[in-house]
């Protein structure tokens, strides 16, 4: 590769790029989609009090941009979405009913408007300046905000303020310095909040992180079974609201909510409950007793949350089971009008075109529209089999690893595999300009590319097989495996599985000619969940581990091992077990290239893609 094409690529790692002429920059533009979208035909049904629930935005403020479908069906942005807040807040109270807005949490790492920052800056702080601007009544603090105790810092001084006691982190603490200059931990937010209603009904809300280990230093999470046995807690819950209202970054099924609800009905048995959760980003609801309800709402802004419950006011103490309703959302402006009985013409209010004013801004500032290339199809990540020509992992690890490594590197004309793990890619690529925005959110981890040396290919060649199957004969190692994998924060798992069985359910709904693919939820709650009816997105499988071509060596030829930091300590204990020859430990690895994972697409799509 020539000098002057090196340096080329390399220029684009920076993380603000130049503009040139040859480049799009206008971020606002939304491509046409192929197909027309299909508006909600149910009204959603009020009660005296009604949610409008999010979770895990990651960042997904402008909406998604792009014309294959699912993507139309979550094509409105934060501007479209503070407008129908807006208009809905003006219908409940025309309906005189109470309707909040709350957030469970996941805010950071996820897009260019949240990950494209310029050296120096802080994931998410630009980017929460708009999301600060909506009328939050309650939040609470998700895993990504733990990640670098730079994050969880920016929430404590500059996030968490906004919210006046709202921004709930029951159990997440963060030490800093006090005014006398000594180390203090406290809670980056509130513990709890109690609040009163626009209608007067006393809430009392807590905002609860799962069992998270993969938090920075100087920041804790305390074990959910541990925090209800604090003495804050029982004077917390002590006194008898008119409904509690618990939020938090925690799936409401198959994790430990029912250890915070089962503390709160023993002192209050009739109490009405809600519990509004997130963190395994899918669409879920269930009722733990007849007086509550559980919602979870999906992922991306690829959903918006409703909840509603008639409460019986006239009687305290009752018994009698609550009228609950959900129904989970697709966030475009098709469906915010529909509900809001509005028109393109009296839709959009002061506040949402403020702020997509603002993101648009933010997305030029960042230089997010910067394009590397036009991808010449789609490359998804589980709706094509893995290995083919249409999937994403396989293009990722077969070609823009390899190229995007061979760049600038003594090591390249060395043979090599390299593996990585296939959680690493987060989001689709689709057909199109492949922009700055597009990278961050296909391959947002930002993972160092370590090697081992001479390996014979013999035993290099093991590597990648042990590491799919281990476990598969043994259910006990592969439950800790996954276990230790969703304390860390990895979802893949949890959210594919949810996939799977959605498309083994519903695939023959595809047969349908006048159904769009989307979401095709099946919960715990009675009736339709759905919003909008589509077809299931296919589904395929893929291992948790994917590697490069095996090079074409003899057995014996030493090759290079290079795999991402991220599975360090689970390839040396496989490299240790299928040869005898050497014990190898971290001091064999070496850093291989100053590219991250993160950066490969970019570079790859410069040299392949234009």
């Known amino acids: 590769m020539k000098l002057t094409t090196i340096l080329r690529i390399l220029a684009t790692l920076s993380a603000v790029h130049a503009c040139g002429d040859d480049h799009t920059h206008d971020h606002s533009r939304r491509a046409t989609p192929s197909a027309q979208l299909v508006p909600p035909t149910r009204p959603l049904e009020w009660g005296d009090i009604n949610i409008i629930h999010t979770t895990d935005s990651h960042g997904w403020l402008l909406g998604h941009q792009k014309p294959s479908f699912p993507e139309p069906n979550y094509s409105g942005d934060l501007g479209d979405f503070s407008s129908f807040v807006s208009h809905m807040k003006e219908i409940a109270e025309e309906r005189d009913v109470d309707l909040l807005l709350i957030d469970s949490g996941d805010l950071h790492d996820g897009t260019g408007l949240t990950d494209g920052f310029p050296a120096g800056g802080v994931d998410a702080h630009d980017a929460n300046e708009f999301f600060k601007q909506l009328p939050y009544d309650v939040l609470a603090i998700g895993n990504h905000e733990l990640d670098l105790y730079a994050n969880a810092l920016d929430m404590y001084n500059n996030f968490a303020p906004r919210f006046n006691g709202r921004y709930l982190t029951s159990n997440a603490n963060i030490t800093v310095a006090d005014k006398h200059g000594k180390s203090v931990t406290v809670p980056i937010g509130s513990r709890f909040a109690k609040f009163k209603t626009r209608k007067g009904r006393k809430v009392t809300s807590l905002g609860v992180l799962y069992d998270f280990t993969g938090n920075d230093h100087n920041t804790t999470v305390q074990k959910v079974e541990d925090m209800v046995k604090e003495a804050w807690f029982a004077d917390a819950i002590k006194e008898e609201p008119d409904i509690f209202i618990l939020v938090g970054h925690m799936p409401v099924a198959r994790d430990n909510w029912p250890l915070v609800f089962n503390a709160v009905r023993a002192v209050h048995p009739h109490t009405p409950i809600i519990i509004l959760g997130g963190h395994s980003h899918v669409r879920d609801c269930l009722q733990p007793d007849g007086r509550s309800m559980s919602l979870e709402s999906g992922r991306y802004m690829e959903t918006v949350g409703w909840l509603s419950a008639k409460l019986d006011n006239s009687k305290k103490g009752s018994t009698k089971n ?181 498309d083994r359910r519903h695939s023959e709904r595809r047969a349908a000619q006048n159904l769009t693919l989307g979401y095709v939820t099946q919960d715990s709650c009675p009736g339709i969940g759905d919003d909008i009816p589509h077809a299931p997105i296919p589904f395929n499988p893929a291992p948790e581990f994917i590697g490069s071509k095996i090079p074409d060596v003899s057995a014996d030829t030493p090759i290079d091992l290079v795999f991402v930091d991220f599975i360090e300590d689970q390839l040396l204990t496989i490299l240790n077990s299928v040869q005898s020859a050497k014990t190898y430990t971290a001091a064999d690895v070496q850093s291989y290239s100053p590219v991250l994972s993160n950066q490969a697409w970019g570079l790859y799509a410069q040299i392949a893609w234009n």
């Open 322 to 502: 609550i009228t609950f309703s959900r129904r989970y959302l697709d966030p475009n402006r098709l469906t915010y009008q529909f509900h809001t009985q509005r028109k393109d013409s009296n839709f959009d209010t002061s506040t949402g075109n403020s702020l997509k004013k603002g993101l648009n801004a933010l997305a030029k500032r960042f230089d997010l529209a910067f394009q590397f290339g036009t991808a010449p199809q789609d490359f998804t990540i589980s709706r094509s089999p893995f290995p083919s020509n249409n999937s994403l992992l396989t293009q990722f690890i077969e070609n823009a690893v390899p190229v995007a490594l061979a760049i600038n590197n003594t090591r390249a004309s060395i043979p090599s595999i390299a593996i990585t793990n296939s959680g690493s890619q987060r989001f689709d690529i689709y057909a199109g300009p492949f922009t700055k925005n597009d990278q961050l959110t296909a391959s947002p981890f930002s993972d160092a590319f370590l090697f081992i040396p001479e390996i014979p290919l013999s035993v290099a060649s093991q590597i990648l097989p042990a590491l799919n199957n281990a476990g598969a004969e043994n259910r006990r190692s592969l439950d800790e495996r996954e276990a230790e994998l969703w304390g860390r924060g990895v979802v893949d798992h949890r959210y594919r599985r949810w996939m799977e069985e959605m």
